[in-house]
């Protein structure tokens, strides 16, 4: 029963929103159709039995329009552009083929003829022969320089017999122990300190020879003071047992 009444409740407002719809619509479609259509256009149309005299033609004047002046175009004329001269080829000279020089002709050398030297010794001047008294002074320089030798030759002696007579040997010396120095003289005899050009090998005889060097102060010279420069600088050697 419930559910009987509860459709007929609604049954009534749906069939009235069916009939709005489909009012609507044909509504719609009346008016879009009718909108979309133009009326027809009646035209009225008259019937003569003949045609009516036409009437003059009034001439038409005829109108002339002025027309400006058209100007004349002016011609642009190209400009002629001249090309630039190439330089004209000039014909290139050809070499001058010059003829083959001619070799100078080779003249034979001629060598000078050597001259043969003469004969030396017949050329050759001879010694000049010594006249008498040069051969005087000759003989009278090399007895002078003989006699100076000896002269220095045994003052030499005496100085070396002076020190030999003031060395002290020591003990063990070899026989063939042999010491040099070097003595400078000074004028009166007098002594410098000597000096060892060479070593005996034992220094206690070197020492022993030096001291009596230094003893033996002054040291005997010849009277004649032009052989002094003899005497300056002695070299002296000295062995053991006075040899």
């Not at 002296?236 to 047992?241: M, R, S, V, W």
Request: aromatic content about 6%; hydrophobic content about 40%; some cysteine.
């Amino acid at each position: 029963m419930n559910t009987v009444v509860y459709q007929d409740l609604y049954r009534l407002p749906a069939c009235l929103l069916a009939v709005l719809v489909h009012g609507a619509f044909l509504a719609l479609l009346y008016f879009g159709f009718s909108w979309q259509t133009e009326p027809p256009v009646v035209m009225s149309v008259e019937l003569w039995q003949s045609m009516p005299d036409s009437a003059p033609a009034t001439p038409v004047e005829a109108r002339v329009e002025e027309v400006a002046p058209v100007e004349p175009e002016v011609e642009i004329k190209p400009e002629i552009v001249v090309p630039d001269k190439k330089p004209e080829k000039k014909p290139e000279k050809k070499p001058e083929i010059k003829p083959p020089e001619k070799k100078p002709e080779i003249k034979p050398v001629v060598k000078p003829e050597v001259k043969k030297p003469l004969d030396v010794k017949k050329t050759a001047p001879q010694p000049a022969q010594p006249s008498a008294a040069e051969q005087q002074a000759a003989r009278d320089k090399a007895t002078q320089e003989a006699a100076t030798g000896r002269v220095v030759d045994e003052f030499v002696g005496k100085i070396q017999g002076k020190i030999r007579r003031n060395v002290v040997e020591p003990p063990d010396v070899s026989k063939e122990a042999r010491a040099e120095f070097l003595v400078t003289v000074l004028p009166g005899g007098r002594v410098l300190p000597p000096r060892l050009l060479k070593s005996s090998g034992n220094p206690a005889y070197d020492n022993a020879v030096e001291r009596a060097i230094l003893k033996s102060d002054p040291l005997p010279l010849p009277a004649d003071a032009a052989l002094f420069n003899r005497f300056r600088e002695l070299k002296l050697g000295f062995q053991p047992d006075n040899k």
